[in-house]
């Protein structure tokens, strides 16, 4: 074998080792190459473009890398598509599997070279994927059981690390719309944690607001507070409650729910007094009594 063709055959011996494709071309034990580089380098192949040509030709490449050649397909029909070359796309798995491996996804989730071919043709990069993991799955393993139930319960999202991994790597979904539902979930959990029951369109209307964890918090902690008024049955008129009075009140500002909830409290007020000589029973006590001492 000339010294030449030695030289080209380890070259693209080591790409095809690269591309996890080393059965393309063999070494015998005494050293001469075989398989199908060496067939291609016997035929003329003697510069990269045209080794390149051949090897994307090849059956072998067309299914381990079947993602390129969609995008070769999509680019020919006229569409704005990055072909990649095999190395980026091994670079991509690589860092997607760090990630998944990182986070505790199970292997299964991720063990076929296709299972990362949607992102590609989604255009969603290894970076978002890292995004959308590191922070969803610390989103919802580190919160309450309530926030966490909650996500289970408004979006099918089963127990487990892959249950998870499924609906936050769903190429259907934009960060956007995955980060809403994480807001959601906690929405809908610490309102359980208050004794507060909202349904998800509930929650998610809240969500959509803005507003930061601890102010959701506060708010919460607040109508809980007042919770023994919303409960209060004693009139005809104050059909009202925490769910849809209360939230319209204190999280979106409603004038109308507002004047409702002061008008029972109104009621309230003047009931008790009535049935303490003139005192109003408040959640701090008995206000509005006369004193020891003439005050």
Do not use: C, H
Request: charge should be negative; hydrophobic fraction near 40%; avoid cysteine.
């Amino acid at each position: 074998m000339a010294d030449s063709n030695k030289q080209i055959f380890d070259l693209f011996a080591s790409d095809l080792r690269e591309s996890g494709l080393g059965e393309l071309f063999t070494v015998g034990s005494d050293g001469e190459p075989g398989g199908w580089l060496w067939n291609q380098i016997q035929s003329g192949v003697d510069s990269y473009e045209a080794f390149s040509v051949a090897f994307q030709n090849t059956d072998v490449f067309k299914e381990r890398f079947s993602v390129i050649v969609e995008q070769k397909r999509r680019a020919a029909k006229g569409e704005p598509v990055q072909v990649m070359t095999p190395s980026d796309v091994l670079e991509f798995e690589k860092a997607v599997t760090e990630t998944f491996s990182e986070a505790g996804i199970p292997s299964w989730f991720y063990d076929e070279p296709n299972d990362f071919s949607e992102y590609i043709l989604r255009d969603i990069s290894a970076s978002e994927i890292t995004r959308r993991v590191t922070q969803t799955f610390e989103y919802i393993d580190t919160a309450p059981p309530e926030v966490r139930e909650a996500f289970s319960q408004f979006y099918g999202v089963g127990q487990g690390a892959g249950a998870l991994a499924a609906f936050v790597l769903d190429p259907e979904k934009t960060a956007g719309r995955i980060e809403k539902a994480a807001k959601t979930a906690f929405v809908g959990g610490m309102a359980k944690k208050f004794e507060i029951d909202l349904n998800k369109s509930r929650a998610q209307e809240i969500a959509e607001l803005g507003i930061t964890d601890l102010g959701t918090v506060n708010t919460f902690t607040e109508l809980n507070r007042r919770a023994a008024l919303f409960r209060d049955s004693r009139f005809d008129d104050s059909n009202i409650s925490i769910e849809n009075e209360g939230i319209d009140a204190e999280f979106l500002g409603d004038t109308d729910a507002q004047m409702k909830i002061n008008r029972k409290i109104i009621g309230r007020e003047a009931l008790n007094r009535s049935s303490t000589g003139g005192a109003v029973t408040t959640n701090e006590g008995i206000v509005g009594a006369t004193t020891a001492g003439g005050r």
